[in-house]
């Protein structure tokens, strides 16, 4: 299926196949490689890294051009990727990218984020990927301004490639034009009034679940949080490692 | 509903409310505390930090006893500690206990799991917390040679605490006597094999997510997955924070 001689680049996402943020992705890195798409059958928002243990997946062509196929998976955004590698591709690709996703995903919605879980199990796979994501929430947003920028780190990926277990959180900003490009940490915050309480038409009680984000460290320099807010494209390096090495060190020899 | 002079203990799992490895961890800990008991209502493995954005939630009493309290709630995991911890608490735990989970916890695992999940919600709500998780993968395995090792832990951040934004990963070997505990740092590794493909009756092709772990690193020193390997209680100290600060550092001034 795919050309030896170009780069093979493994799209997927959290907004489904048939997103905009997606289409805008593909058309922005269709010319850099061979592109291969497998992306949820519709919106897994929040997936975060799940996995799809207790239900079978079916996985389908949907559009098939030139250096161009797109598949559709009944699972979730991870799910997708493991399809990716080990059933439609024939080789490892070049790049694993994921999104454009509807909504910011700096900061702890990382954790939460289907389109940075998939970046993260490529990242496991030790394969070089990079989650781009735009703070715009409407998922009919234009986003031919960020075409250029998607395109530079794409390039210098495919270029110079990343540290083993290194992978890229890219957010955009809402602003246009965008005031430039900031590598940044993440920052830390949390998500708060996060239940809506309401009453059925019968009588018993359900919760949505809503809430704001709320940083812990407002205004502090080089947070993705603070780049994003001063109208900048964030970049976080985002490690694959949740070792806490200095607490580690104090407590290696406290014995149970 | 709690009383204010006993310290207040909010667990969390993914294998259901009505779990062998949740019952055995409040049977361990309900003399330590008050204790209420957030569970999904039915098995959420795989769950990773998934959160429930397209579907109502309902949560419900199902047990009530002195210093103990259980619900159940029709979320993930992830859902289950916030339902806990904005509607069902009238204070802030002074712990956030998960599991024990039927399976292991350890090395990338940790990403994709539920109980790990809930342990990253509370590490980012700034509350100490502490994940347990067996290698057995039987859900009736017996688990009364673990009761000291989750007393000793317990009673040990109860008194100490933990830094904030760091947590901890607490998994269990299957051999018993089990041989002692180890500071572990989270070993790299990966699933392979992943997809078993298999034909419904009526000729339709479909797939079942399986695999096999397979360590990056084996026998390496230090790593929770040599530790369980070699018959050790492994306690991984896990970090909040996912930024690659070296990386950071070498390309704070890289333009694009």
Known sequence: ?????????????????????????????????????????????????????????ECSLVKEESHLHIYKCSGTPVDCI??????ILDRVPDLVLSGINHGDNSSVNTYYSGTMGIVLEACMKRLPAVGFSSCHYSTSSPMDNLREYVRKIVRY???????????????????DPIKGVKWCRMGHGEWVNEWEHQIHPRGWEYYWLTGEYESQEPGAAGTD??????????????????????YLERMRDLEF
Chains 1, 2 share one sequence.
Do not use: W
């Open 157 to 175: 990926v495919l270029s110079e490639g990343l540290p083993m277990y290194t992978c890229l959180n890219v957010n955009f900003p809402t602003n």
């Open 1 to 57: 299926m795919q050309t030896e001689n170009k780069p093979l680049i493994l799209i997927c996402n959290d907004d489904g196949y048939d997103s905009n943020g997606l289409s805008y992705l593909i058309d922005f890195v269709r010319d850099l490689g061979e592109v291969v798409v497998v992306a949820p059958s519709g919106p897994r928002s929040g997936a975060s890294m799940s996995i799809t243990s207790r239900t079978h997946i």
């Open 225 to 246: 949080t603070t780049g994003l807010s001063e109208g900048y494209v964030t970049i976080t390096p985002t490690r694959l490692d949740l070792t806490d090495y200095s």
């Open 82 to 87: 493991k399809m990716g590698l080990e059933v």
